[in-house]
């Protein structure tokens, strides 16, 4: 008969067995959950380009563009629709259209980063009323929380200003890279199922996991630096979450976004309809919604709300002073012509016309081009439509060209 010496040898070994069985079996089942849900994310990819023209002299403009609309839909079958915004008064135009099975014009979308264009204004704001300095360290405007877990983590706060983290050259690496935030993320989606984050867990995993780079470096684009800045805005405004700072510091009904809204923070105003969108195969419901809502992400909006805030915040309409605006715009290029990343903005140049705006996740993106006063937004529902939102521009580079005929054709009218 064993002694109680080697009886507890042998239970100490089966519960050693156990434990690396369990260990195991948890191991193939996160395994097979990646493995599922990088394969339904990676379906419906692809973007097939058609060139829009210009409409014929016997249509009026908005026919054309519904028709051409409805034919870039067809050509890609892999999206849901396309919800576009259109606002040209040179040309008569302030339309939203829509493409696609049971899409209505009003209906609202999540539009992820084009979020971040909005929360770099409000730092801006603040920076206007003396609350936050562009260029000063963020230390002292961080909360407790996140100043002490970038602390812990080696962070020199005093090196990283509000900039760096506005036009991504903060260093500070994205959460969602993260290998074990996407594991833990996106994973359980296979089976039905998404954790709930705080923007604190989302910036500890970036802080305590990810790979930092130089401050004042190479362009890295990462959510994590939005989450930051967020946190900062919340800490000025003393507001309990970034939808209350932006429902007070934005105003969304005076730019005429009555319909927009902060997801999960705020009330859906009455009447709104949010569509479905996709990550491939995923559709957006099946994330949870903290896993973008702290600033990187978070808005919801029609493509008129999402264009017409837009062409304000470049317009400078949501700032005191001028001052504000020439920040906001301020790229690694020359005097942001077409080149580089501004704060929260980026400068694109089409037909001749530089245009300022963003893209988002799910297939969102809204420009405005201050010179022909042309604002575009526009929803293909599908994260893998667009790889970077440029595919996009057919309707926005087409508007641009009727803009400048109609400009040639008053020039020579003036002339004769």
Excluded at 27 to 36: D, F, M, P
Excluded at 135 to 148: H, Q
Excluded at 260 to 274: L, V
């Amino acid at each position: 008969m064993p002694n109680k010496r080697q009886t507890k040898g042998m239970m100490m070994r089966q519960l050693g067995t156990y434990a690396l069985r369990g260990f195991l079996a948890v191991a193939l089942v996160l395994a097979l959950a990646i493995g599922w849900s990088s394969w339904l994310g990676k379906q419906r990819a692809g973007w097939t380009e058609t060139t829009w023209q210009l409409p014929a002299k016997d249509m009026d403009l908005g026919s054309s563009l519904q028709a051409e609309l409805n034919r870039e839909t067809k050509a890609n079958p892999n999206i849901p629709g396309q919800l576009l915004y259109v606002r040209a008064p040179n040309l008569g135009l302030d339309q939203t259209f829509a493409s696609g099975p049971d899409l209505r014009t009003d209906d609202d979308v999540r539009v992820a980063s084009n979020t971040k264009t909005f929360v770099s204004a409000m730092a801006l704001q603040l920076v206007e009323a003396g609350k936050l300095q562009v260029d000063g360290p963020i230390g002292p405007a961080l909360s407790p929380a996140v100043r002490t877990m970038m602390e812990k983590n080696g962070y020199q706060l005093d090196t990283i200003t509000l900039r760096h983290l506005l036009n991504h050259t903060s260093g500070i690496p994205d959460y969602v890279s993260v290998p074990a935030f996407r594991i833990l993320a996106l994973g359980p989606t296979a089976y039905g199922w998404s954790p709930h984050w705080t923007a604190e867990s989302e910036i500890w995993f970036a802080v305590t996991f990810g790979r930092r780079d130089a401050v004042g470096g190479d362009f890295n684009y990462t959510d994590t630096n939005y989450l930051i800045a967020a946190d900062m805005i919340k800490q000025a405004t003393k507001s309990a979450t970034i939808g209350a700072a932006a429902r007070q510091m934005l105003d969304w009904p005076k730019l005429g976004a009555d319909e927009t809204y902060w997801e999960a923070m705020e009330p859906t105003p009455a009447g709104t309809r949010r569509v479905a969108q996709y990550r491939g195969a995923i559709r957006d419901s099946e994330l949870d919604v903290s896993f973008d809502q702290y600033g990187g992400g978070g808005l919801v909006m029609s493509m008129d709300d999402l264009g017409r805030a837009t062409r304000a915040v470049v317009r400078g309409e949501v700032f005191a002073n001028p001052v504000a605006t020439r920040i906001l715009m301020q790229t690694s290029g020359p005097d942001g012509a077409g080149e580089g990343y501004a704060l929260g903005i980026e400068p694109t140049k089409l037909n001749g016309e530089v245009c300022w705006g963003h893209g988002g996740f799910w297939g969102t993106s809204a420009f405005h081009c201050p010179r022909l006063d042309i604002t575009v937004a526009r929803s293909t529902g599908q994260s893998n439509s667009m790889q970077g939102y440029r595919e996009g521009f057919g309707p926005l580079s087409a508007l641009i060209l009727a803009a400048q005929a109609a400009e040639r054709d008053r020039a020579k009218a003036t002339s004769d």
